[in-house]
């Protein structure tokens, strides 16, 4: 499992490194790009909410399946000590469950996608669990 993450994101941040690193190219002609509003949209803090489909916690990673639209994203981000983190009991890291819905704020800098906040909504199997 801990290898098929690293695989995921490996695969994730390679795909993104050949986008952003297009992003100051030169258009054709020669010429340096202005900057557009698209352009400016793919760096910054974005908000998605979705279901996480790995945990790392040695390693300070998540991967979620974003929804987006009506359609969904993978995005693995690397979760750092000053993460904020809503998720019971201990609001750390190790309580988010592979299956739990998460709202996420993260930060796209450079060729790194880093969580800013998470909060965990469990999943219904957690919650039933958790009566019990």
């Known amino acids: 499992m801990r290898d098929g993450l690293w695989i995921l994101v490996g695969l994730l941040l390679a795909v993104a490194g050949g986008a952003w690193a297009n992003e100051g190219a ?3 002609g020669g010429s340096e790009k202005t900057p557009g509003k698209a352009e400016q949209v793919k760096t910054g803090e974005r908000l998605v909410w979705g279901e996480v489909t790995a945990v790392d916690t040695e390693a300070g990673a998540l991967v979620m ?16 000590q000053d993460t904020v983190i809503k998720a019971p009991p201990d609001n750390r890291l190790r309580d988010i469950k592979v299956g739990d819905t998460v709202l996420m704020r993260y930060l796209r800098t450079g060729h790194r996608l880093i969580a800013k906040s998470i909060e965990v909504r469990p999943s219904r199997s957690r919650r039933a669990g958790a009566r019990r």
């Open 26 to 28: 030169a258009a054709p």
């Open 65 to 80: 399946e974003a929804v987006v639209g009506q359609g969904t994203i993978t995005v693995g981000v690397v979760v750092e």
